[in-house]
């Protein structure tokens, strides 16, 4: 249960993976195909900084991927389908339980476009305002009536908790987004959320996932006496109830049309009033069974595996 372009969509939820203390942007390495348990993996910023420098005695550095196929998340009064999404983070665990979250440079999560149902008359439409009243009579033009949204990770998630993804009804990590609406009248910087205020989204487990592990060699290969080990959190049904969502931003030339889709959509919406589902997530945590054995390089060891997994 990931920090390119930074598309992100509503998949989102599937997330699993964060820190609790220092977030940091760390450069990353491009998605990659990897062979056998590395597979899942393939967005890992094992190259970054942070991550090569976990020497393994006190600082150990590990991936977290999490993938859901499918879901929901509801915004004030408008519910979008959640389509495929790809949460892929570096761990960096310190002494004292603090961990430091590395995102890749696409950001921690990749989603897939969902289609915003009713399109920009579900936004907009209907209203008693004439200039508001004037466009919606267009829209029988259906491409100037879709809109998409695409949710985009803004920032490092943060508040990593791996026990959380384990069980049920923890918050698994914080997960900073924004999502970005797109319509030929909204223009292309249409946003709900920003950097600077962003939906904050902290996935738990509804269900509670099984739970298997397995161990391989550094190229991927399984292997039971292998230096990795991949523990694999499977099936659980994730949600959350608790976030807020602020109002639009840049939809429309200068920021005109904000307030007709806050208004039709009942945004700024306050917690409790909004809603996010992400079924069947596949999570994924790969670590070195004996970082110590590594140290003080344990953090470049991992990256030559990985690298080593390529194909």
């Given at each position: 249960?990931?920090?390119?372009?930074?598309?992100?969509?509503?998949?989102?939820?599937?997330?699993?993976?964060a820190?609790?203390?220092?977030?940091?942007?760390?450069?990353?390495?491009?998605?990659?195909?990897?062979?056998?348990?590395w597979?899942?993996?393939?967005?890992?910023?094992?190259?970054?900084?942070a991550?090569?420098?976990?020497?393994?005695?006190?600082?150990?550095?590990?991936?977290?991927?999490?993938?859901?196929?499918?879901?929901?998340?509801k915004?004030?009064?408008?519910?979008?389908?959640?389509?495929?999404?790809d949460?892929?983070?570096?761990?960096?665990?310190?002494?004292?339980?603090?961990?430091?979250?590395?995102?890749?440079?696409?950001?921690?999560?990749?989603?897939?476009?969902?289609?915003?149902?009713?399109?920009?008359?579900g936004?907009?439409?209907?209203?008693?305002?004439?200039?508001?009243?004037?466009?919606?009579?267009?829209?029988?033009?259906?491409?100037?009536?879709?809109?998409?949204?695409t949710?985009?990770?803004?920032?490092?998630p943060?508040?990593?908790?791996?026990?959380?993804?384990?069980?049920?009804?923890?918050?698994?990590?914080?997960?900073?987004?924004?999502?970005?609406?797109?319509?030929?009248?909204?223009?292309?910087?249409?946003?709900?959320?920003?950097?600077?205020?962003?939906?904050?989204?902290?996935?738990?487990n509804?269900?509670?996932?099984?739970?298997?592990?397995?161990?391989?060699a550094g190229?991927?290969?399984?292997?039971?006496?292998?230096?990795?080990?991949?523990?694999?959190?499977l099936?659980?049904?994730?949600?959350?109830?608790?976030?807020?969502?602020?109002?639009?931003?840049?939809?429309?030339?200068?920021g005109?049309?904000?307030?007709?889709?806050?208004l039709?959509?009942?945004?700024?919406s306050?917690s409790?009033?909004?809603?996010?589902?992400?079924?069947?997530?596949?999570t994924?945590?790969?670590?070195?069974?004996?970082?110590?054995?590594a140290?003080?390089?344990?953090g470049?060891?991992?990256?030559?595996?990985w690298?080593?997994?390529?194909?």
């Amino acid at each position: 249960m990931r920090t390119g372009s930074n598309r992100v969509r509503v998949g989102l939820l599937a997330s699993f993976t964060a820190l609790a203390a220092v977030a940091s942007m760390g450069s990353a390495t491009a998605a990659t195909t990897l062979n056998g348990s590395w597979a899942p993996f393939s967005r890992c910023p094992v190259d970054a900084p942070a991550m090569l420098a976990a020497d393994g005695a006190t600082d150990t550095a590990i991936c977290v991927s999490s993938h859901s196929a499918s879901g929901s998340i509801k915004l004030g009064n408008t519910e979008v389908p959640v389509g495929a999404s790809d949460l892929q983070v570096g761990v960096v665990t310190h002494p004292g339980g603090l961990s430091t979250v590395v995102s890749p440079a696409e950001g921690a999560l990749v989603a897939d476009s969902a289609k915003v149902p009713g399109g920009l008359l579900g936004l907009m439409c209907p209203s008693d305002v004439p200039v508001i009243t004037g466009i919606c009579n267009t829209l029988s033009d259906v491409s100037l009536n879709r809109v998409t949204a695409t949710i985009e990770s803004v920032n490092s998630p943060t508040d990593f908790q791996l026990v959380a993804g384990t069980t049920t009804g923890k918050p698994i990590l914080t997960l900073p987004v924004r999502i970005h609406l797109e319509n030929p009248l909204l223009g292309d910087k249409c946003y709900i959320g920003s950097s600077s205020d962003p939906i904050l989204l902290k996935p738990q487990n509804l269900t509670q996932p099984a739970i298997s592990s397995e161990k391989f060699a550094g190229d991927g290969t399984l292997d039971a006496t292998g230096p990795m080990n991949r523990l694999n959190l499977l099936g659980a049904a994730q949600t959350d109830t608790t976030y807020s969502v602020p109002g639009t931003n840049g939809c429309g030339l200068l920021g005109a049309l904000n307030w007709a889709v806050n208004l039709k959509t009942g945004l700024p919406s306050a917690s409790g009033n909004n809603n996010v589902t992400l079924d069947d997530a596949q999570t994924y945590v790969a670590t070195m069974n004996k970082p110590r054995d590594a140290a003080p390089d344990a953090g470049k060891l991992l990256s030559q595996y990985w690298h080593s997994a390529a194909r």
